[in-house]
């Protein structure tokens, strides 16, 4: 299994600016994935953040809006730029390990 | 293109009653398929998986899911629900063939269990 933390749990943001959300997980992993959870909705993949070479972004979601980076293998990062109210959402981290993907406790966005 | 699909969106039930909740896939190749829960307030969890072998899983907490794969059928179940299964259920596969670990998921269902 992997445990997997983010900061922040939570955030309220002003429409025009950026949030970086930090995800750390506790032993190395090949994969890490992004996923946004609208309200009231399932979740979906934004991007598979690759270490050593630029994230694979998922139909509908591109990399100016959604930067994301890979140091190592048990970090990553997603930014969310120039947030308007849509952004609002969870973001969650996860990791596929032992052919099982693990979920971390996601970031709550709120954008006013 | 791969999808899930689940049938009931929103499920009340009295403690001890029986659940089925309904998951269908849509996609070739490769089947794994995924049941999560997310309780309230708390973060996505893994009930039950299937890769392959005995189509009838047994997972966390008394659920099980049986793999029908003439029905393209991935149902969970549970015979007798408690309070605490108060949450919500989704089911999950493969974004793209190949099981490169990307997960698409069902729409969710919110089961909610009166005492």
């Known amino acids: 299994s992997a445990v997997i933390s983010q900061k922040p749990s939570r955030d309220i943001c002003q429409r025009g600016t950026s949030l970086t959300i930090q995800c750390q997980v506790d032993s190395q992993v090949t994969m890490m994935f992004w996923y946004r959870q609208q309200p009231g909705q399932s979740l979906t993949l934004i991007a598979t953040a690759n270490q050593g070479s630029e994230a694979t972004y998922e139909s509908g979601f591109v990399i100016d809006k959604f930067p994301i980076s890979r140091p190592n293998l048990t970090f990553s990062t997603l930014t969310v730029s120039n947030m308007s109210p849509e952004d609002s959402s969870i973001y969650l981290c996860?990791?596929?390990?032992?052919?099982?993907?693990?979920f971390g406790p996601g970031t709550r966005l709120l954008v006013l | 293109a791969q999808s899930v699909s689940q049938h009931n969106h929103h499920v009340i039930l009295s403690e001890a009653a029986s659940l089925e909740l309904g998951c269908n896939y849509s996609y070739g190749g490769t089947v794994n398929l995924f049941w999560y829960v997310q309780y309230p307030g708390q973060h996505l969890q893994l009930l039950l998986k299937y890769f392959s072998g005995d189509p009838l899983v047994k997972g966390i907490k008394g659920f099980e899911a049986e793999f029908i794969k003439s029905k393209f059928s991935f149902n969970l179940r549970k015979p007798s629900v408690q309070w605490s299964d108060t949450a919500e259920y989704f089911c999950a596969g493969p974004a793209h063939s190949g099981n490169t670990g990307k997960l698409i998921f069902g729409q969710g269902t919110t089961l909610q269990v009166k005492p």
């Open positions: 996860s990791v596929d390990s032992g052919e099982t993907q693990y």
